[in-house]
């Protein structure tokens, strides 16, 4: 069948009839027309179950993103929105109502007043409006650095081992500048006896790895990472009369830079997961985190990268976050992360190509038989209209169900400057995280260990000058003191020596480090 039956229309009232607290949708669609008491809900206790939001471009997915969050909100649920295109601060500014909004929410029969969220305004290391998020270099790793540079297998795994040598070094990498240098050191002459103790770090792996670093830098990447780090659990607020406070990462300043701020979305995520306390299956999330252009996340990732996001969706569930990926496809998503997406929200997509005709087709086999025709619905819902399909409180997977969508209490669209800038001045993340903090790191350690070895270098050749010009009244020492001499010119100039110096010295610096550090996540 092309349109719904009474029967499925039946089982669509039936199997949306929640008796806990729930998010309503829409209402869904026969023919052409809404039925109002056929009403489409998502449970809050299902929300931790995490879901998918697709459709081609311009199909309204983010105006789906901006109606789940606002629930959300009036519901007590934190909410972290990564927004692409600067669409989503409307949120921060009651709709005006009337025209279209009046037409549809008269069509779906439910209520609906003009609403302002409260918005935390975010923005990657302050390129753009609101307040600076940063990550350490080190809390960040190499699995993930690796993916922002584009680097293959071997060199991940040869990025890892820089990593663990700093480590083991006590240097403390926070921001691009600090790897760098560590990575200088290591193809210097000061520091090729440390690269040959890696093992399995070619010289020329660490250039290509290097270049890329300088490249990330030159094109702006560095303002992402350093300190003051941002803490995730400024994301778990809830405003003084009960609502969640919906964290707006605005992203328009990085559009150029797609991988990064993607990968910049896992490490939220994944720091997430190790921060949070295991809370179980609760009645509703503790945070939803709308993970929005996800393809970006998966494009020419590598193994590693792919099995850390799906051990980290699948795990953080029991952390009381839900996630949803926000694409066009679900041939966006790995098999292996869409197969824990329960919750399904579908909008239309494009046949145009035999590429398109493959995503549609393996669209539709995602979802639950149905009376629906899918490949035809699928490419003949309007703007506004959706598929659903999501967990029951049992965690059954309901009817599907075409499905006329509400429409958001905020505006559509950005809030104006006035608004926005009100936002950032009344935050109270500002004054933790605007000013950049530059304490001494692996930069700054390295670089005075260098500047002591010159002078050192400096005070021996100036030494070695002045003896040779005093050479002529020194006729007169003994053979045996000579040969004293000779023995320890030898032993100062042994690579063991050296070698023995270096060591003396890193563990010095380490102590010192961690002395200032301390041994837990860097702040």
């Not at 080190?138 to 480590?167: R, Y």
Request: include cysteine; aromatic fraction near 4%.
């Amino acid at each position: 069948m092309s349109e719904q039956s009474s029967s499925q229309i039946d089982l669509i009232r039936r199997g949306y009839a929640f008796a806990g607290p729930s998010i309503v949708l829409g209402a869904a669609v026969q023919g052409e027309q809404v039925v109002p008491d056929a009403v489409v809900r998502l449970p809050l206790g299902s929300m931790n179950r995490h879901g998918l939001v697709a459709g081609a471009t311009g199909t309204g997915k983010t105006v789906t993103l901006q109606v789940l969050a606002e629930q959300l909100s009036d519901a007590g649920v934190p909410v972290f929105l990564a927004d692409i295109k600067g669409d989503l601060t409307g949120l921060a500014t009651a709709a005006a109502g009337g025209g279209k909004i009046e037409e549809r929410m008269s069509s779906l029969a439910q209520e609906w007043t003009g609403t302002a969220y409260p918005v935390e305004l975010l923005s990657l290391g302050g390129q753009g409006v609101g307040t600076p998020v940063r990550a350490t270099i080190t809390a960040f790793g190499p699995t993930l650095l690796s993916k922002v540079l584009g680097l293959n297998k071997t060199q991940e795994s040869s990025l890892g081992l820089v990593f663990h040598w700093a480590d083991q070094q006590g240097l403390a990498l926070l921001d691009l500048e600090d790897l760098q240098t560590v990575i200088q050191h290591l193809l210097s002459d000061e520091g090729k006896d440390d690269l040959k103790g890696l093992g399995g770090l070619a010289t020329s792996t660490a250039g290509v790895i290097l270049r890329q670093l300088v490249a990330l830098s030159a094109a702006g990447g560095d303002v992402f990472f350093g300190e003051p780090e941002f803490e995730t659990g400024d994301l778990m607020r809830t405003t003084a009369d009960g609502k969640g406070v919906i964290s707006c990462l605005e992203l328009p300043g990085v559009q150029d830079k797609p991988v990064l701020f993607s990968t910049f979305l896992m490490w939220l995520l994944a720091d997430l997961f190790q921060d949070l306390p295991e809370v179980g299956d609760p009645d509703k999330p503790e945070l939803v985190f709308f993970f929005d252009e996800a393809h970006l996340l998966f494009d020419d990732a590598s193994d590693a990268f792919l099995t850390a996001v799906e051990q980290a969706v699948r795990l953080i569930r029991s952390k009381g976050v839900g996630v949803f990926f926000v694409t066009q496809t679900p041939k966006d998503v790995p098999d292996s992360v869409l197969a824990q997406l329960g919750n399904r929200v579908q909008h239309a997509l494009r046949a145009h190509t035999p590429n398109d005709a493959k995503a549609l087709k393996a669209t539709v086999s995602t979802f639950p038989t149905s009376d629906y025709d899918l490949a035809e619905v699928l490419t003949s819902l309007r703007t506004g209209e959706a598929v659903v399909t999501v967990l029951s409180e049992e965690g059954a997977p309901t009817p599907v169900a075409r499905t006329m969508l509400r429409a958001p209490q905020g505006r559509i669209g950005p809030s104006e400057e006035s608004v926005l800038d009100g936002l950032v001045t009344a935050s109270p993340l500002r004054s933790k995280y605007a000013e950049r903090l530059d304490r001494e790191s692996a930069h700054e350690v390295l670089a005075a260990r260098m500047q002591k070895a010159q002078q050192e270098a400096e005070a021996a050749a100036a030494a070695e000058a002045a003896e040779k010009s005093a050479g002529s009244g020194g006729r007169g020492r003994s053979r045996a003191e000579k040969e004293d001499e000779s023995i320890v010119e030898q032993v100062v100039g042994s690579s063991a020596f050296r070698s023995m110096l270096r060591s003396a010295g890193t563990v010095i610096g380490r102590e010192i480090t961690r002395s200032i550090l301390g041994t837990g996540r860097r702040r």
